[in-house]
Antibody
Framework: QVQLQESGPGLVKPSETLSLTCTVSGGSVSSANYYWSWLRQPPGKGLEWIGYIYFSGSTIYSPSLKSRVTMSVDTSKNHFALKLGSVTAADTALYYC????????????????????WGQGALVTVSS | QSALTQPRSVSGSPGQSVTISCTGTSRDVGGYNYVSWYQQHPGKAPKLMIYDVIKRPSGVPDRFSGSRSGTTASLTISGLQADDEADYYCCSYTGTYISYVFGSGTQVTVL
């Protein structure tokens, strides 16, 4: 089973860029079997999907965050990354990486509708 | 996009059944077979309990079941156990944009 581990700075200043990495074990980021997802959860609040990236580099981002989000995959390090720019206090949250299974039919592959493996989460606080 | 609507809390005694509702629209819950449910214990990452509306991942007890009627999905926990006490979130794919929307979460209390 794929295991995920988030890492990155726990404190980011307002207006700067939040950067996190998710290291994959028990699987490969080059696999066509998964889309690699990022989600977040502000303290005491609910979950929010940020976006995902496929091994090909194809990305889909949440419309509400699209202008500030960049995701990438590094096959040499078997990890994928999240960058969120121009952060404010509202971006303070527990950030999770997760997998979304891929379904293929007729030669086309597309992401499924759930998040089946999760990292333990990384708390990022935005404060000066 | 708006969050899906869940009750803030539900409760039941051990052995009883509880049902959590998740109300959306025809553009999400009612329009796609991509409804999932997650269990989250305090300080832990969410765990997938139901996917594709009614399917259970390997290892999830059959006490957990999913269903849908129109634009409302439901999670039923039968034979309630102490360890079921947790927050539960529903999630749906939404075709308005290619995106996923979550419910606000329901706290399940075992009395």
């Amino acid at each position: 089973q794929v295991q995920l581990q988030e890492s990155g700075p726990g404190l980011v200043k307002p207006s700067e860029t939040l950067s996190l990495t998710c290291t994959v074990s028990g699987g490969s980021v080059s696999s066509a079997n998964y889309y690699w997802s990022w989600l977040r959860q502000p303290p005491g609040k609910g979950l929010e999907w940020i976006g995902y990236i496929y091994f090909s580099g194809s990305t889909i981002y949440s419309p509400s965050l699209k202008s500030r989000v960049t995701m990438s995959v590094d096959t040499s390090k078997n990890h994928f990354a999240l960058k969120l720019g121009s952060v404010t206090a509202a971006d303070t949250a527990l950030y999770y990486c997760a997998t979304t299974r891929t379904y293929c039919a007729g030669g086309d592959c597309y992401p499924g509708g759930d998040f089946d493996n999760w990292g333990q989460g990384a708390l990022v606080t935005v404060s000066s | 996009q708006s969050a899906l609507t869940q009750p803030r809390s539900v409760s039941g005694s051990p052995g009883q059944s509880v049902t959590i509702s998740c109300t959306g629209t025809s553009r999400d819950v009612g329009g796609y077979n991509y409804v999932s449910w997650y269990q989250q214990h305090p300080g832990k990452a969410p765990k997938l309990m139901i996917y594709d509306v009614i399917k259970r991942p390997s290892g999830v007890p059959d006490r957990f079941s999913g269903s849908r009627s129109g634009t409302t999905a439901s999670l039923t926990i039968s034979g309630l156990q102490a360890d079921d006490e947790a927050d539960y979130y529903c999630c749906s794919y939404t075709g308005t944009y290619i995106s996923y929307v979550f419910g606000s979460g329901t706290q399940v209390t075992v009395l």
